[in-house]
């Protein structure tokens, strides 16, 4: 297609990026199959990698040459946290599920016996966390529309078809179970069309968010599929088109010289000569990921397109459970210019028990990184929980006669009017996930309890019927 004729009329020369010279390099990885391969590991003691072995057997393992040459400081194993971010290490499965496994590779077993056994511990790793597969899949005429999630009012979640793998996966991922090929959980869209008829009908709809895996695994012609026929005039209620992504600190040679990274650069900026916004959603879990000239390069040419780049990432034991990490983060990405959105909880799924961080604790290391930034950074908000009735922020401890509590409030809401209203539970060292609290002052529920009941039948109904 020329790019020139679905360019908007009065746009009359696509901008220059400049960059710096540097040979394109191909896009290589490594899974489970063949990371004995990689020179670093095979230099790794036979005990570690036969634990790399067992882990990959059961969580997905993928792994680029980029992370592995240029993130990874193979001098600090096991404890480097890109390390930890993206290889398999022996606790992320429980002990029983590691020596289930480690017997089997141990004595050769079938293919098909070692698959068995990974899929029945996979289902014992709550695949499918916060009703993501029923509750927040929306209908069109009485039709299920599997690649979409609409749980929040204003935004709609896009979950392209081709965009469902990642260019390196995270150890925590709390999507972790479509990467395993339990195929039944991919919530996969392959129709371009299904996504605009949908908004065209959301008058309320004012943000589109591309996510996945990654949709920045597409090449650039593939998501301009999706992304052109949004900029419709009739779709005037849509803002700002958004891309979750992890390629800015796993492949930033996506933004600088992948062969097609100029003409995404394009696309962002016919988005925002429709008069809309492209906020690049990025997904930094360690300020390491910021330091290559690779990644700075990828956040400068983003920027000079006028897109916005907003920052997001769990607190995660292992590999950023210090107020330093963040400060140190949110101070590099204010002088990049990237905008701090989100600090999220790790969600109770997979390897959940190995980065798991009660929310005392996670509230303190948010606090004390929050105090040491200046006001640019202290737009992030968090610790946050994206539970089943939203995101809910852990605000801070507080005692209100006498009694320990939390406090909380909604940064999101299934129901918008439950947003911003502050709510207390009982103080709770061990909590890490909302479920686990109790409310406070003697209460019995939360307020929002019996209205999310009723929402959750209402939803059961409907995605029944169709
Ligand atoms: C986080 C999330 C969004 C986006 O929320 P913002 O607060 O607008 O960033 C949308 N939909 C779902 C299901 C989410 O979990």
Redesign the pocket.
């Known amino acids: 297609m020329d790019m020139r004729s679905i360019s908007p009329p009065g746009r009359a020369r696509p901008h220059v990026f400049p960059k710096t010279q540097r040979d394109p390099e191909p896009f290589t990885y490594f899974t489970e199959r063949n990371f004995e391969n990689i020179t670093q590991v095979n230099e790794l003691p036979p005990e570690l990698r036969f634990d790399m072995q067992v882990v990959s057997s059961v969580l997905p393992f993928k792994v680029n040459s980029y992370v592995v040459n240029q993130l990874i400081d193979w001098s600090d194993i096991p404890d480097d946290p890109i390390f930890q971010l993206t290889f398999p290490q022996k606790g992320m499965l429980t002990e029983d599920h590691f020596n289930r496994m480690a017997a089997l590779l141990k004595n050769d077993a079938p293919r098909k016996d070692i698959k068995e056994e990974a899929n029945r511990i996979r289902l014992e790793l709550n695949p499918h966390p916060a009703g993501q597969t029923t509750l927040?899949v929306p209908t069109l005429d009485g039709e299920v529309l599997p690649g979409l999630?609409h749980?929040?009012r204003?935004?709609v979640?896009f979950f392209p078809a081709a965009g469902q793998t990642c260019h390196s996966y995270c150890t925590f991922c709390f999507r972790w179970a479509q990467f395993v090929g339990m195929s039944d959980l991919r919530f996969a869209a392959k129709e371009a069309s299904q996504l605009k008829e949908y908004i065209r009908r959301h008058p309320e709809v004012t943000?589109v968010?591309f996510t996945g895996g990654d949709p920045m695994v597409m090449k650039t012609h593939k998501l301009e599929q999706y992304v052109e026929p949004l900029l419709d005039p009739a779709l005037e209620h849509l803002q700002t088109i958004r891309f979750g992504t992890k390629s800015m600190a796993y492949w930033p040679q996506r933004f600088v010289n992948d062969p097609d990274a100029d003409d995404l650069l394009r696309m962002f900026e016919r988005i925002i000569a429709s008069g809309r916004s492209v906020a690049v959603?990025a997904h930094y879990n360690h300020h390491r990921e910021l330091e290559t000239s690779l990644a700075r390069e990828a956040v400068r040419r983003i920027r000079d397109t006028g897109a916005v780049i907003r920052s997001q990432s769990p607190v995660l034991a292992h590999i950023n459970d210090s107020a330093g990490v963040w400060e140190l983060m949110w101070r590099e990405q204010v002088r990049l210019g990237i905008i701090p959105?989100?600090m999220f909880v790790e969600r109770d799924t997979g390897a959940e028990h190995y980065f798991k961080i009660p929310l005392v604790k996670a509230t303190k290391i948010f606090r004390e990184a929050f105090r040491h930034v200046n006001g640019l950074a202290r737009t992030v908000r968090g610790p946050s929980m994206?539970a089943t009735p939203g995101?809910v922020e852990v605000t801070g401890m507080s005692e209100v006669n006498g009694e320990k509590v939390l406090a909380l409030r909604f940064?999101?809401g299934r129901n918008p009017d439950w947003v911003g209203r502050p709510f207390f539970a009982k103080y709770d060292e061990e909590a890490s996930w909302l479920h686990h609290l109790k409310p406070a002052f003697g209460q019995e529920k939360f307020f929002f309890e019996d209205e999310l009941a009723r929402m959750t039948d209402e939803k059961m109904k409907e995605v029944d019927a169709a």
């Open positions: 927040n999630q749980k929040y204003e935004t979640l943000n968010l959603m959105y989100y994206s995101k940064l999101q």
